[in-house]
């Protein structure tokens, strides 16, 4: 298997996630890069879907803030 296909797949669910729940997907990506506090408000948007092995664009945003911030 090709790595193009599994970066388009992410690439798709990463946009769609940021166009049809931008607040849940912002927050989840800033929760998980540890720059937003541990608030039980704001873990209620917190997308679990998200979070998953195969969302490679995700977890990479979320380790460069990590290691930018």
């Not at 970066?7 to 946009?15: A, E, F, G, I, V």
């Amino acid at each position: 298997m090709s790595i193009v296909p599994m970066l388009l797949r992410s690439l798709c669910r990463l946009l769609s996630a940021f166009i049809w729940r931008p607040a849940a997907a912002m927050t989840t990506l800033l929760h998980e890069s540890n720059l937003l506090p541990h608030n039980l408000n704001l873990e209620r948007f917190i997308e679990e879907d998200l979070l998953d092995s195969e969302n490679y664009l995700f977890h990479f945003i979320i380790n460069m803030l990590r290691c930018l911030w």
